[in-house]
């Protein structure tokens, strides 16, 4: 038996204002997404914003339904339409943000294990071109990993 070890690299940002401009801008979309959330059950508002290799941006809000397992995330709400919308692109990266009644929590919001899964696939889509970066947002430190195998370690992406 040997033991082995996992490790993962990741950055933290104190504030928004030290990210590159491209990720402060994606972050300030996935805030501004969580206006979309519909959460009348758990009252807690998820907003996510994609960007694809054209440099569109692609957002989206968790939305919940009286039958709880119809709910979605926002992560997939936002990935699922950035697909349907540019299936011939790549998303390039991530921003997730939630909080109760909108309140964005202190620590970042972290993906559900379904939404990595699928973040997965979408870089495993993209091929060898590019990995897909995440940025988890909380109003007091934000975090950055560069691909989805840093959060799915392990990750099943073919049969
Ligand atoms: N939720 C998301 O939208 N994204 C996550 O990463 C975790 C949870 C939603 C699902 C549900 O509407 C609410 O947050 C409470 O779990």
Redesign the pocket.
């Known amino acids: 038996m040997t033991e082995k070890n996992l490790n993962i690299n990741f950055q933290e940002f104190a504030s928004v204002e030290e990210m590159l401009p491209e990720d402060r801008e994606l972050v300030a979309e996935a805030i501004d997404a969580m206006k979309g959330s519909y ?1 009348p059950y ?1 009252h ?1 508002n ?1 907003g996510a914003a994609v960007r694809m290799s054209n440099g569109q941006i692609v957002k989206g809000a ?1 939305q ?1 339904n009286a039958a709880f397992p119809s ?1 979605l ?3 997939r709400t936002a990935m699922y339409a950035a697909g349907a919308r540019y299936p011939d692109k790549d998303m390039m990266s991530i921003a ?1 943000a ?1 909080g109760v009644y909108g309140r964005i929590t202190d620590s970042p ?4 294990g379904a ?1 990595r899964q699928v973040m997965a696939q979408y870089q495993t889509k993209a091929g060898h071109k590019h990995k897909m970066s995440v940025i988890m947002v909380g109003a007091k430190v934000i975090w950055k990993f560069e691909k989805v195998d840093d959060i799915l370690p392990l990750i099943f992406d073919s049969i």
């Open positions: 959460a758990s807690f998820v968790n919940e709910s995330c926002a992560e997730i939630g919001a972290t993906p559900c939404c």
